[in-house]
Nanobody, 112 residues
Framework: QVQLVESGGGLVQPGGSLRLSCAAS????????MAWYRQAPGNQREWVAS???????SYKDSVKGRFSISRDNDKNTVYLEMNSLKPEDTALYYCSAGEIHWGQGTQVTVSS
């Protein structure tokens, strides 16, 4: 059974940092384009960042220079390093493997 489990979310003040993790079982992430998405209350889910199989990365414009996606194939885990967080980054963050497999999400709340 395939599982993606996100962790690392929480409450952080504006300007703070968080590191999200997405640990996989049942599949090998090295064969998938991995991505992070987020969904804020009342909004549609939106793409945040991707890493190809060859580790080419891309980012939503509003997070460029602040967020970084990476993967550790040995640990079968993908990360999203988030710095200089803003209140508008508040959302439920999901990881996706090839837009086929999805996790349940981890909540990020940026507030003073």
């Amino acid at each position: 059974q395939v599982q993606l489990v996100e962790s690392g979310g929480g409450l952080v003040q504006p300007g703070g940092s968080l590191r999200l993790s997405c640990a996989a079982s049942g599949i090998s992430l090295r064969f998938y384009v991995m991505a992070w998405y987020r969904q804020a209350p009342g909004n549609q889910r939106e793409w945040v960042a991707s890493a190809t199989v060859g580790d080419t990365t891309s980012y939503k414009d509003s997070v460029k220079g602040r967020f970084s996606i990476s993967r550790d194939n040995d640990k079968n885990t993908v990360y999203l390093e988030m710095n200089s967080l803003k209140p508008e980054d508040t959302a439920l963050y999901y990881c996706s493997a090839g837009e086929i497999h999805w996790g349940q999400g981890t909540q990020v709340t940026v507030s003073s």
